[in-house]
């Protein structure tokens, strides 16, 4: 199938599915007024139904962000952290498909771009990413029963623009110099396991 393009092509967005569709949110994007292209950073959403191959535009969040994170919890779409530009942003929000409507949410408690983002156990973590001109190796969980954010085990290292994986209670993240760690979430420690070659480190 022959997939349509978005409707505003852009780059450091946030991506998630939720409901069989995938949803775009915010990112940067280039614009053209009287034949001069710009920049802006977005807080514009679009939803592709892959069965129908349509792209809608949706409600558009509270702040422009890119190099954020986006999550799915409960049915609703959480955008968490990024840069609108000017200011790296620790704000929250969350769409509700069923009204069609986006509602702040408890901020986290540090500024975070370029950072890591997942669901365990109904709670959002955020890990790592660069904020106030610095690298972060701190990892904070969500609560939505609390609409709280707390402060859980650091990562061993401060990382940017890394992956995160889930398995059983454990998230491993991985670097493009391929070092793996892991953190037990009902131990709260994180801890340096192997390289790819199979190789011990920290």
């Not at 514009?44 to 422009?64: A, G, K, Y």
């Not at 059983?168 to 070092?179: F, I």
């Not at 892991?182 to 790819?196: H, K």
Request: charged letters at 20%; aromatic letters at 10%; proline letters at 3%.
């Amino acid at each position: 199938m022959h997939v349509l393009k978005a409707a505003i092509p852009r780059y450091e967005f946030g991506i998630c599915v939720l409901d069989q569709k995938i949803y775009v949110v915010g990112g940067i994007a280039t614009h053209v007024c009287q034949g001069i292209s710009y920049r802006k950073h977005e807080n514009s959403v679009e939803c592709w139904d892959p069965d129908t191959n349509t792209w809608t535009s949706l409600e558009r969040m509270f702040e422009s962000r890119s190099t954020l994170g986006v999550v799915v919890l409960a049915g609703e779409l959480y955008a968490l952290g990024g840069y609108d530009g000017q200011s790296y942003l620790r704000t929250v929000e969350k769409y509700i498909p069923k009204v069609k409507e986006w509602q702040l949410v408890a901020p986290m408690n540090k500024t975070r771009s370029c950072f890591a983002a997942a669901v365990l156990d109904g709670m959002i973590y955020a890990i790592g990413g660069y904020g106030l001109s610095v690298c972060i190796c701190s990892m904070e969980r969500y609560d939505p029963s609390k609409n709280s954010w707390e402060t859980v085990a650091s990562m061993a290292d401060k990382r940017i623009n890394f992956g995160v994986g889930l398995a059983g209670l454990c998230w491993y993240d991985v670097l493009p110099l391929q070092l793996w760690s892991d953190c037990t979430l009902m131990t709260g420690r994180t801890s340096r396991t192997c390289c790819e070659d199979g190789t011990r480190s920290g």
